[in-house]
C-alpha cells in the first residue's frame, strides 16, 4: 500500500511539495484472504443446420456441445471440493466430522457421511487406477521396506468385534532403483498371508524387523533390522547391555560414513570395516551365559535367532541397515489414527490407504498435494485409460507432466 504525506504543501511556504524519489518501504505483512465456494454450472448447447432443415431431400444435422464429465456423477462435489476434503484429512490430519463446520461456513452444507462418500467413491474411480498402476511398478524391484501398524474398523465382515485390532501394512522402495514410493494397505489380520497377497509377484529382499510373519515366502529373503537389535539391548540397562548397544553404535557410526557411498562401494567397505564388528559381537554373544527371562537374555535371544538376517546387509550395499524408512513412512498413518481414530467401514480404511499411499509419495516428490489431486480429478474421468493403463503413468507424481504443474 502507498501512503503520501498527508499535506503536501510546505509549512513554511506553502508551496506544493516534490516527492523526493521513489517511496521507501516500511514494513511487510501477511495479508489473510478467506477461501471461496463458488457455484459453476456447466451448460450443454445445441445447434442445428437451418440449410439442412429447409431440404426435404437431407435430416436436419444436430449437433450438440460435450461438457466434462464429473468426478462424481450427480454430485455437487467438483474436483477442487473433493482434493481439499482429501488433503485436509491426508496432510492436514483434519478428521472429516471436524471439516463439516467449515464448509458450512463457505456455504456447502453437508455432513462427515456425505464427505465420507465423496472420498470412497472418488478413492475408488480415479486414485485407486493410480495406486495399483504403482503397485505394478513396485513388485518391479527387488528391495522392499516393510512395516506394519495396528488400525481399528467398526464394521468388519470376519465377524470379529469393533474393539478386535485392524492393520495398516506399508511398503517403501529405494531410491536407487527409481522413483521413490510409499503403499499402504489396510487388512483385518497381521498373517503372513496379507503380506503375501500385498506384495504378490515380488521377487528380491524385504527389509523388516523381526516379526515372524516376515518369513518364508517363495523368491523373497528377509534383510532384518539393527534398531531393533539396538533397542533390546538398550533395555537391558546394565554393563552387558551397554557393550551390545556399544556393538549397534560402532555399525551406526560407519553406515554415517558410508551413507553417500554408491552400492558396489559401500558393500567393500562393510566387507571390510563392518563385518569384523558383526562377527565379533556374535561371537561375545555366544560365549557369554545370557540365560533366563531377563532383559538381557531376550535381547541376546533375539539377535542370535536372526543371526542370518541381520548379516545380509553386508553382503548388497543397496540395502540398509535397519528398517527406519519404512517405520518413517507409516508415522502419518500414525499421526492421523490419533485424529480420525478409526474406520467405520473396510471399504473406508481401504480408501485412506490408497490416499495415504498417493499422498506419501506426492510428499517425497515435492509435489503440492491439493494440485495434484485437482488435476486428477479433473483429467482422468475424461480420460480412456482402461484399454491403455500406461496412460496413467503420466499422473503418477514423479512424471514430469506432474512435476512441471503440481511442483510446490
Same mark, same amino acid.
Given at each position: 500500500?502507498?501512503y ?23 514494513r511487510e505483512?501477511?495479508?489473510? @484472504?478467506?477461501?471461496?465456494?463458488k457455484r @459453476? ?6 445447434y ?6 429447409t ?10 456441445g460435450?461438457?466434462p ?5 450427480r454430485?455437487v462435489a467438483?474436483?477442487s471440493v473433493?482434493?481439499?476434503?482429501i488433503?485436509?484429512?491426508f496432510?492436514?490430519?483434519?478428521p472429516?466430522y ?7 461456513r463457505?456455504g ?15 478413492t ?9 498402476r504403482?503397485?505394478?511398478?513396485l ?6 521396506h516393510?512395516d ?12 470379529k ?10 511398503? $517403501?522402495?529405494?531410491?536407487?532403483q527409481?522413483p521413490?514410493m510409499?503403499l ?8 503372513r ?7 504378490q ?6 527389509i523388516?524387523d523381526? =516379526? ?5 515366502l ?8 539393527w534398531a531393533?537389535?539396538?533397542?533390546y539391548?538398550?533395555?537391558a540397562n ?11 553404535n ?9 551413507r553417500q ?5 559401500r558393500?567393500?567397505m562393510?566387507?571390510? =570395516? ?7 559381537f556374535?561371537?561375545w ?9 531377563n ?11 536372526r543371526?542370518?538376517?541381520l548379516q ?11 528398517n ?10 500414525v @499421526?492421523?489414527r $490419533? ?7 473396510e471399504?473406508?480404511a481401504?480408501?485412506?490407504a ?15 498435494? =491439493? ?10 474421468p475424461n480420460?480412456e485409460?482402461?484399454?491403455n493403463?500406461?496412460r ?17
Open positions: 500500500m502507498n503520501s504525506a498527508r499535506l503536501q504543501e510546505c509549512n513554511c511556504c506553502l508551496h506544493p511539495l516534490t516527492e523526493m524519489g521513489e517511496g521507501q518501504v516500511v505483512e501477511a495479508e489473510f @484472504i478467506p477461501a471461496s465456494l @459453476i454450472q456447466h451448460v450443454e448447447h445445441t442445428e443446420c437451418t440449410h439442412c432443415k431440404d426435404s431431400n437431407t435430416s436436419s444435422m444436430i449437433v450438440r460435450k461438457a464429465q464429473p468426478a462424481i456423477q454430485s467438483g474436483p473433493l482434493a481439499h476434503v488433503y485436509q484429512k496432510m492436514q490430519y483434519l472429516l471436524r471439516q463439516v463446520k467449515e464448509w458450512a463457505h456447502l452444507k453437508a455432513n462427515d457421511k456425505n464427505l465420507s462418500n465423496w472420498v470412497i467413491r472418488a475408488e474411480d480415479w486414485l485407486a487406477p493410480l495406486y495399483e504403482m503397485k505394478e511398478l513388485t518391479c524391484r527387488n528391495v522392499l516393510v506394519e501398524t495396528s488400525a481399528q474398523v467398526l464394521f468388519r465382515t470376519d465377524g468385534p469393533a474393539q478386535s485390532k485392524a492393520y495398516n501394512w506399508v511398503c $517403501k522402495t529405494i531410491p536407487c527409481g521413490v510409499v499402504f494397505h489396510s487388512s483385518l489380520s497381521r498373517s498371508a496379507v503380506l503375501e497377497s500385498f506384495i509377484g515380488f521377487r528380491g529382499t524385504v523388516c523381526g =516379526y515372524s510373519a516376515y518369513g518364508n517363495p523368491d523373497i529373503q528377509f534383510a532384518n533390522c531393533h537389535v539396538r533397542r539391548w538398550l533395555k546394565s554393563k552387558n547391555g551397554q557393550i551390545g548397544v556399544d556393538f549397534c560402532q555399525l551406526y557410526a560407519l553406515e554415517r560414513e558410508f557411498l554408491r552400492p558396489g562401494k558393500r567393500r562393510r566387507k571390510k =570395516y563392518s563385518k569384523p564388528i558383526v562377527k565379533k556374535f561371537a554373544i555366544e560365549e557369554s551365559p545370557f540365560y533366563g527371562t532383559a538381557l537374555a531376550t535381547a541376546a535371544d533375539y539377535t542370535l535367532k543371526k542370518k538376517e545380509l546387509f553386508l553382503t548388497d550395499g543397496r540395502l540398509e541397515i535397519d527406519n524408512p519404512a517405520e518413517n513412512a507409516i508415522r502419518p498413518n @499421526i492421523g $490419533k485424529n480420525w481414530l478409526f474406520s467405520v467401514s471399504a473406508g481401504k480408501a485412506n490408497i490416499c495415504l499411499s498417493l499422498a506419501e509419495t506426492a510428499k517425497l516428490h515435492g509435489i503440492d498435494f =491439493y494440485m495434484y489431486l485437482k488435476k486428477v480429478f479433473s483429467e482422468l480420460l485409460f482402461g484399454q493403463p500406461s496413467l503413468d503420466d499422473y503418477l507424481p514423479w512424471s514430469p507432466q506432474i512435476q512441471l504443474e503440481c511442483k510446490k
